[in-house]
């Protein structure tokens, strides 16, 4: 083994070509910038379905509105179909710039442009740390009240 091999990043969990592993670490990272809770959720491989109403599904299945401040954002994205949707909680509709949604989008879809899936939902993961770190600072006292994990069908792990 060559030096260079030996220090790469161990490779992580897949799922329909996302390194999970990476993605997970992007949002423990994110979270300490932000009191708001992400999560990114992946639709089953061969899903062909509304991808805004898949999100929303999501949303409720992994009970993203039980956080204290209502702040938590989800990422959900149909690696197939290179489609995703954000969603965003009462807090972060009512307080993020109309901008926020357009930026985390962007950082997303150019990306998926690259085929780079997991680079595309780390840079999204980090939009959304970044704007809304102002809005929801990470305080010392902060509980991490959601799974920092990736929900992937059949793999969806428990706290």
């Known amino acids: ?52 109403r898949a999100a929303q599904a999501s949303w409720r299945r992994l009970g993203m509105t ?3 401040r209502r702040n938590g954002v989800l990422i959900f994205v ?4 290179r489609r995703f949707a954000v969603v965003g909680d009462i807090a972060v509709e009512q307080k993020a710039p109309p901008s926020f949604w357009t930026d985390v989008a962007e950082a997303i879809a150019d990306e998926i442009r690259r085929n780079d899936l997991t680079a595309g939902l780390v840079r999204g993961v980090a939009t959304v ?15 991490n009240e959601l799974p920092d994990t990736v929900a992937v069908p059949g793999q969806e792990r428990r706290r």
């Open 66 to 68: 039980a956080t204290r």
């Open 1 to 52: 083994m060559t030096a260079s091999a030996s220090s790469a990043p161990p490779r992580g969990r897949r799922a329909h070509g996302i390194d999970v592993a990476r993605v997970e670490q992007a949002i423990r990272e994110a979270e300490l910038q932000t009191s708001a809770e992400i999560r990114v959720a992946v639709a089953r491989f061969y899903f062909w379905g509304d991808t805004r």
């Open 78 to 81: 149909a690696p197939l179909r």
């Open 129 to 143: 740390a970044l704007a809304l770190a102002p809005l929801f600072p990470h305080t010392p006292d902060d509980v």
